[in-house]
Structures are given as C-alpha cells and as structure tokens.
C-alpha cells in the first residue's frame, strides 16, 4: 500500500510538472514590461507596422524605428511553414527565455508582448513604447534565434 501512495505521488507531481512545463505559459519569466513599454490599447494605435516570419530564420523587416509614445499594431504574418513567434524584449531578457525555451520547446505564449504564430497564420501585438531607447524582437523557438531570427527597434526620444 505505501509504494502505491508513493507511486501515486511521484506520478501526479511528474505530471502537474510536465504539463506546466509543456502548456501555456502566462508571466513569470523576468520580463520587464517597464523597460521596453507596456501594452497598448486598441483605440490608441498610431500606426500598424507589417511584419513577416520566413522559414529563413527571417523577419522583414529587421530593424525599424518607433517614437516614445508610439502606440503601434504590429501584425505578424507567418509565411512559412513551421511556427514562428514575434517576441518584444531587451536582449538579455529574450536570451534567458530562449534557453528556457529550449528546455520546453512546445512553450506557447500569452503574454501581451509576445505572439505565436502558425504557418500561414497572422496574429497581432498591441504595444505602447513609453521609454527612448533600444527594443530587441526575436523568434525564440528553439534554432530559430541562433540562426539570426531577431531584430531592433529604435525608440526615438519624445522632445
């Protein structure tokens, strides 16, 4: 009877593990939404910006440039064939996540900063950008960073 409770226990402790690890994942991975902006409100977008995944480990564009303020749309569209992601972050904080990432490969996202995106599927980002100064993106699925999937933002100071 104990090495079946004890079984018991080990089993539902392995599996309340494995589907944290493996389901969807909301917060608690150091992000610092202060320091790249915060999440924007539909009613309050200033522009839409276009944004592609390609299975070359790819986005287009790479870099562009935003003011502090900006409210933008960011409207990703994935044009491969495997899923992408289009992740807002500073560069040593979408570093930490990609290794973790490849820790738990099948990590999907819900956070307002952040967007997993299908082959052929498009999703959106709403974010605000209220501090001057660098905001990396990434796809941060495992390969796909280390083979150049990353770009910047460059937030122009408000004068």
């Excluded at 790249?36 to 276009?50: C, H, L, S, W, Y």
């Excluded at 790479?62 to 749309?73: C, H, L, P």
């Excluded at 996202?109 to 660098?134: L, S, Y």
């Excluded at 770009?151 to 408000?158: D, E, H, N, T």
């Amino acid at each position: 009877m104990k090495t079946r409770n004890a079984l018991l226990i080990v089993s539902t402790a392995f599996f309340a593990v494995a589907a944290t690890a493996g389901g969807t994942h909301a917060g608690g991975h150091g992000h610092d939404e202060s320091t790249i902006g915060e999440p924007g409100k539909a009613a309050k977008v200033t522009r839409t910006v276009q944004v592609d995944t390609e299975d070359k480990m790819r986005f287009s564009p790479e870099n562009f440039s935003v003011n502090q303020g900006e409210t933008i749309r960011f409207v990703v569209k994935n044009s491969g064939k495997i899923k992408h992601e289009f992740v807002l972050g500073k560069a040593k904080e979408l570093k930490e996540h990609y290794e973790m990432m490849k820790k738990f490969p099948e990590m999907e996202h819900a956070e307002a900063n952040m967007i997993t995106v299908g082959p052929g599927q498009t999703g959106e980002v709403i974010w605000k950008f209220t501090k001057a100064g660098a905001v990396d993106f990434a796809c941060l699925h495992p390969g796909h960073y280390d083979a150049g999937m990353k770009g910047a933002i460059k937030v122009a100071s408000a004068k």
